[in-house]
């Protein structure tokens, strides 16, 4: 095992007492064992720092970072990176859990690619409830647990930008290399993986692991949530953080195929401003339609 690449698993809790012990189980309990766990909690105000350093005194060697200030994903994903020694990177919700295969089946995925310049691999989530209830899966399955519609691999900078296929974050590994490359998660940003998926793609390709891999836990504030919600500030910020990563799409992009991908994606963005009642917004995204449009 030791000849294996080491994998560093970032777990990024804030006001996960309840799920964050589990989380971190599912780490350890991994077949694969080549594992560094930095655990990162964003100044909780639950008992979550508690329950970390109650699960740290049999895990000594795990590193602890705790945020006496609330400093986001982005910032407290960074701050971790910098600490990690693995070669390919996990970043793991501290209410979301891992399958006991999910990094043994994403290193054999890298080990044994015929793909050229593979960054990310990614497979399928299975989503649950609060209480553990099953509820759904984020790729529909067959009988036998196989996606019936299967996600891109490849060259997918395309798809990503019409949204012609969505990437399952939660379940994916990525090269450190890539990231260091990429400068880390945009900190600008209030969530991440629409960002580091497109910037990642422009020269990397994706791998697509038709496995069950994850249990993606759905809470009323699960981010998936807030996108559509009128008049609401956490709602304003993630939506805006998505016109930078548009913007930054735009200098990305160098056909017109690619301009006519991010168009679909940006009507999409602006229907979504209207129907949050983010007139702002909206209006911001008249002249990078214009300009997708004539350049």
Same mark, same amino acid.
């Given at each position: 095992?030791?000849?294996?690449p080491? +994998?560093? +698993? ?5 006001n996960?007492?309840?799920? *964050?012990?589990e ?7 991994? /077949? ?6 930095? +655990? ?17 005194k049999? !895990?000594?060697? /795990? ?10 994903? /982005?910032? /407290? ?9 693995g ?9 979301? *859990? ?14 044994? &690619?015929?793909?050229?310049? =593979?960054?990310? +691999? !990614?497979?399928? &989530? ?12 984020y790729?529909? *399955? ?46 600008? =940003?209030? !969530? ?11 020269? !990397? ?6 496995? *069950? ?7 009323a504030?699960? =981010? ?5 919600k ?26 017109k ?5 991010? =168009? ?32």
């Open positions: 095992m030791h000849n294996l080491l +994998v560093t +698993v970032i777990c990024l809790c804030y996960h007492e309840k799920f *964050v012990i989380a971190l189980t599912s780490i350890t309990n991994q /077949t694969y064992k080549n594992i560094e766990i930095i +655990v990162a909690d964003d100044a909780s105000n639950d008992s979550s720092v508690q329950k970390i350093k109650e699960w740290h049999n !895990y000594p060697h /795990t590193a602890l970072i705790i945020n006496e200030t609330n400093l986001g994903n /982005t910032k /407290t994903f960074n701050k971790a990176l910098k600490l990690s020694n070669d390919f990177i996990i970043d793991l919700a501290a209410d979301d *859990v891992l399958f006991p295969n999910c990094i043994e089946k994403q290193i054999s995925t890298f080990l044994n &690619a015929k793909t050229e310049r =593979l960054a990310i +691999v !990614y497979g399928n &989530a299975e989503i649950i409830s609060e209480d553990n209830t099953h509820l759904d899966y790729y529909k *399955v067959d009988n036998d647990k196989k996606a019936i519609t299967k996600p891109a691999s490849g060259d997918i900078y395309k798809a990503i930008l019409s949204q012609s296929s969505m990437i399952c974050s939660i379940s994916s590994m990525i090269k450190k290399e890539v990231l260091i490359e990429l400068n880390g998660y945009d900190e600008n =940003l209030s !969530y991440e993986d629409l960002d580091i998926w497109i910037r990642t793609s422009r020269n !990397y390709n994706f791998e697509f692991i038709d496995s *069950v891999l994850i249990k993606k836990r759905e809470l504030n699960s =981010l998936g949530n807030m996108f559509y009128k008049l609401n500030t956490r709602t304003k910020k993630i939506n805006r953080s998505t016109y930078l990563v548009i913007r930054k799409a735009i200098v990305l992009n160098q056909t195929e690619e301009n006519k991908a991010l =168009l679909k994606r940006l009507h999409f963005e602006m229907e979504k401003a209207y129907r949050t009642l983010d007139l702002l917004l909206f209006l911001r995204y008249i002249p990078l339609e214009l300009k997708l449009r004539f350049s």
